[in-house]
Protein backbone atom coordinates (compact mmCIF):
# COMPACT_ATOMS: atom_id res chain seq x y z
CA UNK A 1 0.00 0.00 0.00
CA UNK A 2 1.41 3.30 -0.75
CA UNK A 3 1.43 6.38 1.87
CA UNK A 4 1.94 9.77 0.77
CA UNK A 5 3.06 12.78 3.68
CA UNK A 6 0.36 14.80 4.21
CA UNK A 7 0.67 18.18 6.34
CA UNK A 8 1.21 18.01 9.59
CA UNK A 9 2.58 14.61 9.76
CA UNK A 10 1.10 11.38 9.35
CA UNK A 11 0.26 9.45 5.96
CA UNK A 12 -2.31 9.79 3.40
CA UNK A 13 -3.20 5.46 3.13
CA UNK A 14 -6.04 4.13 0.53
CA UNK A 15 -8.73 4.18 3.55
CA UNK A 16 -8.08 7.79 4.14
CA UNK A 17 -10.78 10.47 3.62
CA UNK A 18 -8.00 13.87 3.85
CA UNK A 19 -7.83 16.17 1.15
CA UNK A 20 -4.76 17.20 -0.62
CA UNK A 21 -4.16 20.03 -2.31
CA UNK A 22 -1.85 21.04 -5.10
CA UNK A 23 0.52 18.08 -4.10
CA UNK A 24 2.14 16.43 -7.11
CA UNK A 25 1.98 12.49 -6.48
CA UNK A 26 5.43 11.12 -8.47
CA UNK A 27 6.64 7.27 -9.06
CA UNK A 28 5.88 4.38 -11.15
CA UNK A 29 2.12 2.16 -10.91
CA UNK A 30 0.50 5.06 -8.86
CA UNK A 31 -3.38 5.06 -9.70
CA UNK A 32 -6.06 6.95 -8.46
CA UNK A 33 -9.74 5.56 -8.90
CA UNK A 34 -13.01 7.13 -8.51
CA UNK A 35 -12.89 10.42 -9.84
CA UNK A 36 -15.35 12.43 -11.52
CA UNK A 37 -14.51 14.51 -14.18
CA UNK A 38 -15.95 17.30 -12.64
CA UNK A 39 -13.80 17.03 -10.26
CA UNK A 40 -10.27 16.92 -12.58
CA UNK A 41 -8.73 20.49 -13.70
CA UNK A 42 -8.12 20.45 -17.28
CA UNK A 43 -8.46 23.05 -19.88
CA UNK A 44 -11.71 22.41 -22.23
CA UNK A 45 -11.39 22.41 -25.97
CA UNK A 46 -13.36 24.64 -28.47
CA UNK A 47 -17.06 23.71 -29.69
CA UNK A 48 -16.26 20.77 -32.56
CA UNK A 49 -12.86 19.58 -31.67
CA UNK A 50 -11.57 16.59 -29.85
CA UNK A 51 -9.35 15.28 -27.18
CA UNK A 52 -6.21 13.96 -29.69
CA UNK A 53 -3.13 12.14 -28.86
CA UNK A 54 0.33 14.08 -29.53
CA UNK A 55 2.57 11.38 -29.33
CA UNK A 56 4.42 9.14 -27.01
CA UNK A 57 5.39 11.18 -23.79
CA UNK A 58 3.34 14.17 -24.60
CA UNK A 59 0.36 15.51 -23.38
CA UNK A 60 -2.93 15.27 -25.71
CA UNK A 61 -4.41 18.20 -26.55
CA UNK A 62 -7.98 19.61 -28.46
CA UNK A 63 -7.57 19.72 -31.80
CA UNK A 64 -9.99 20.21 -35.14
CA UNK A 65 -11.85 17.37 -35.78
CA UNK A 66 -10.80 15.61 -39.15
CA UNK A 67 -12.33 16.11 -41.70
CA UNK A 68 -13.03 14.09 -45.30
CA UNK A 69 -16.81 12.40 -43.67
CA UNK A 70 -20.56 13.20 -44.60
CA UNK A 71 -22.71 14.22 -41.17
CA UNK A 72 -26.22 14.57 -41.33
CA UNK A 73 -27.56 18.64 -40.71
CA UNK A 74 -31.20 17.98 -40.91
CA UNK A 75 -33.63 15.79 -41.64
CA UNK A 76 -36.98 16.44 -42.88
CA UNK A 77 -40.85 14.26 -43.53
CA UNK A 78 -42.97 15.82 -45.73
CA UNK A 79 -46.86 15.23 -45.79
CA UNK A 80 -48.63 16.75 -48.51
CA UNK A 81 -46.21 19.78 -48.85
CA UNK A 82 -46.02 21.95 -51.35
CA UNK A 83 -42.35 21.98 -51.53
CA UNK A 84 -38.77 20.69 -49.04
CA UNK A 85 -36.51 23.45 -48.98
CA UNK A 86 -33.17 23.01 -47.67
CA UNK A 87 -31.73 26.73 -47.03
CA UNK A 88 -27.92 28.23 -45.68
CA UNK A 89 -25.91 25.70 -48.22
CA UNK A 90 -22.29 27.54 -47.30
CA UNK A 91 -18.37 26.53 -47.87
CA UNK A 92 -18.68 25.01 -44.53
CA UNK A 93 -19.27 22.00 -46.50
CA UNK A 94 -16.88 21.14 -49.93
CA UNK A 95 -20.18 19.01 -51.11
CA UNK A 96 -24.05 18.29 -50.41
CA UNK A 97 -25.71 15.08 -50.69
CA UNK A 98 -29.76 14.22 -50.27
CA UNK A 99 -31.10 10.72 -49.98
CA UNK A 100 -34.83 11.02 -50.34
CA UNK A 101 -36.97 7.84 -49.59
CA UNK A 102 -40.62 7.20 -50.24
CA UNK A 103 -41.40 11.01 -52.21
CA UNK A 104 -44.30 10.63 -54.19
CA UNK A 105 -46.63 13.41 -55.59
CA UNK A 106 -50.30 13.17 -54.19
CA UNK A 107 -53.06 12.69 -55.96
CA UNK A 108 -51.91 13.93 -59.20
CA UNK A 109 -49.42 11.84 -61.55
CA UNK A 110 -46.85 14.78 -61.71
CA UNK A 111 -42.46 14.69 -61.65
CA UNK A 112 -39.93 15.36 -59.08
CA UNK A 113 -37.81 18.25 -59.87
CA UNK A 114 -35.27 20.55 -58.03
CA UNK A 115 -34.97 24.50 -58.19
CA UNK A 116 -32.05 26.11 -56.50
CA UNK A 117 -31.54 29.57 -54.95
CA UNK A 118 -28.82 32.62 -54.76
CA UNK A 119 -30.89 34.19 -52.28
CA UNK A 120 -31.40 31.94 -49.78
CA UNK A 121 -34.55 30.51 -50.97
CA UNK A 122 -36.65 34.23 -51.10
CA UNK A 123 -36.43 33.62 -54.84
CA UNK A 124 -35.81 30.39 -57.29
CA UNK A 125 -34.05 29.55 -60.44
CA UNK A 126 -36.58 29.50 -63.25
CA UNK A 127 -34.41 28.89 -65.69
CA UNK A 128 -30.61 28.18 -66.95
CA UNK A 129 -31.01 24.11 -65.78
CA UNK A 130 -29.60 21.87 -68.17
CA UNK A 131 -29.69 18.22 -67.50
CA UNK A 132 -28.96 14.76 -68.85
CA UNK A 133 -31.02 11.09 -67.97
CA UNK A 134 -30.68 7.49 -68.39
CA UNK A 135 -32.92 5.28 -67.72
CA UNK A 136 -33.69 1.83 -67.27
CA UNK A 137 -37.19 -0.08 -67.52
CA UNK A 138 -36.23 -3.44 -65.04
CA UNK A 139 -39.34 -5.42 -66.32
CA UNK A 140 -38.43 -4.67 -69.74
CA UNK A 141 -34.30 -4.29 -69.72
CA UNK A 142 -34.30 -1.47 -72.11
CA UNK A 143 -32.55 2.01 -71.69
CA UNK A 144 -33.38 5.41 -72.56
CA UNK A 145 -31.16 8.52 -72.85
CA UNK A 146 -31.76 11.84 -72.86
CA UNK A 147 -30.81 15.06 -73.28
CA UNK A 148 -33.20 17.43 -71.72
CA UNK A 149 -30.96 20.70 -71.40
CA UNK A 150 -30.15 23.45 -73.04
CA UNK A 151 -33.80 24.37 -73.58
CA UNK A 152 -34.65 26.96 -70.60
CA UNK A 153 -36.32 24.11 -68.24
CA UNK A 154 -37.31 25.74 -64.70
CA UNK A 155 -36.29 22.96 -63.32
CA UNK A 156 -33.79 20.39 -63.09
CA UNK A 157 -35.59 17.11 -63.15
CA UNK A 158 -35.08 14.26 -60.76
CA UNK A 159 -38.03 11.80 -63.11
CA UNK A 160 -40.01 11.70 -65.58
CA UNK A 161 -42.26 8.58 -64.35
CA UNK A 162 -44.75 10.15 -62.01
CA UNK A 163 -45.42 8.14 -58.86
CA UNK A 164 -48.84 9.39 -57.34
CA UNK A 165 -49.33 7.62 -53.76
CA UNK A 166 -47.10 5.27 -50.69
CA UNK A 167 -45.70 2.47 -52.83
CA UNK A 168 -45.81 3.95 -55.82
CA UNK A 169 -42.50 6.42 -54.84
CA UNK A 170 -39.14 7.18 -56.05
CA UNK A 171 -36.01 6.45 -53.56
CA UNK A 172 -32.73 7.71 -54.26
CA UNK A 173 -29.36 9.86 -53.64
CA UNK A 174 -28.76 13.71 -55.04
CA UNK A 175 -24.83 14.92 -55.07
CA UNK A 176 -24.75 18.81 -54.95
CA UNK A 177 -21.05 20.35 -56.43
CA UNK A 178 -19.48 23.36 -56.85
CA UNK A 179 -22.20 25.55 -54.69
CA UNK A 180 -20.07 27.90 -53.10
CA UNK A 181 -18.31 29.92 -55.73
CA UNK A 182 -19.96 32.57 -57.60
CA UNK A 183 -17.70 31.54 -60.23
CA UNK A 184 -18.76 28.31 -60.73
CA UNK A 185 -21.32 26.30 -62.62
CA UNK A 186 -23.31 24.63 -59.66
CA UNK A 187 -23.69 21.16 -60.73
CA UNK A 188 -25.19 17.87 -59.43
CA UNK A 189 -25.30 14.04 -60.38
CA UNK A 190 -27.39 11.00 -58.60
CA UNK A 191 -29.10 7.82 -58.72
CA UNK A 192 -32.75 6.87 -58.06
CA UNK A 193 -35.35 3.76 -58.41
CA UNK A 194 -39.02 4.30 -58.31
CA UNK A 195 -42.09 2.32 -58.98
CA UNK A 196 -44.79 3.82 -60.79
CA UNK A 197 -48.80 3.71 -60.26
CA UNK A 198 -48.89 1.22 -62.88
CA UNK A 199 -46.51 -0.90 -60.83
CA UNK A 200 -43.39 -0.38 -63.21
CA UNK A 201 -39.72 -0.23 -61.96
CA UNK A 202 -37.25 2.06 -63.26
CA UNK A 203 -34.27 3.43 -62.72
CA UNK A 204 -32.66 6.74 -63.37
CA UNK A 205 -29.03 8.27 -63.38
CA UNK A 206 -28.85 11.82 -63.79
CA UNK A 207 -26.47 14.36 -64.07
CA UNK A 208 -26.58 18.70 -64.49
CA UNK A 209 -25.89 22.09 -64.01
CA UNK A 210 -26.59 25.68 -63.61
CA UNK A 211 -25.55 27.29 -66.63
CA UNK A 212 -25.23 29.96 -65.12
CA UNK A 213 -22.19 30.66 -62.74
CA UNK A 214 -23.41 31.89 -59.82
CA UNK A 215 -22.56 30.51 -56.30
CA UNK A 216 -26.27 29.19 -54.30
CA UNK A 217 -27.08 28.75 -51.11
CA UNK A 218 -30.44 26.21 -51.20
CA UNK A 219 -32.04 23.34 -52.91
CA UNK A 220 -35.58 22.89 -53.26
CA UNK A 221 -37.75 19.58 -54.20
CA UNK A 222 -41.66 19.84 -55.59
CA UNK A 223 -43.69 18.74 -58.37
CA UNK A 224 -42.34 19.75 -61.66
CA UNK A 225 -45.57 22.44 -62.30
CA UNK A 226 -44.97 23.34 -58.31
CA UNK A 227 -48.87 22.87 -57.94
CA UNK A 228 -49.20 19.14 -56.68
CA UNK A 229 -47.95 18.43 -53.08
CA UNK A 230 -45.43 16.17 -52.09
CA UNK A 231 -44.54 13.71 -49.16
CA UNK A 232 -41.65 11.80 -48.38
CA UNK A 233 -38.39 11.88 -46.13
CA UNK A 234 -35.31 13.99 -47.04
CA UNK A 235 -31.82 14.20 -45.25
CA UNK A 236 -29.08 16.81 -46.07
CA UNK A 237 -25.26 15.48 -45.47
CA UNK A 238 -22.93 17.68 -45.60
CA UNK A 239 -19.11 16.68 -46.59
CA UNK A 240 -16.49 18.23 -44.87
CA UNK A 241 -12.59 19.16 -46.39
CA UNK A 242 -10.01 16.36 -45.16
Known amino acids: MGIFSKPGGGGVTAD ?11 GDDNTIQDVAESSL ?3 SGASGTVLTSNGAGVAPTYQAAGGGAWSLITSTTASAAASVDFTGLSSTY ?3 RIVYNNVFTDGVKRAISIRLSTDNGSTWLTTGYEQYIERVD ?3 ASVTKNDIGGNGLAYGLLT ?8 NSVNGVLN ?10 TSWFGDCIIKDESGNRF ?8 TSASAVDA ?3 RSDNGAVNISGTFRLYGLTAS
Open 203 to 210: TYEQRGLN
Open 176 to 185: LLAHDVAANH
Open 94 to 96: MAY
Open 16 to 26: STDTLTNKTID
Open 41 to 43: KTA
Open 138 to 140: IDA
Open 219 to 221: IQF
Open 160 to 167: NTKPSATG
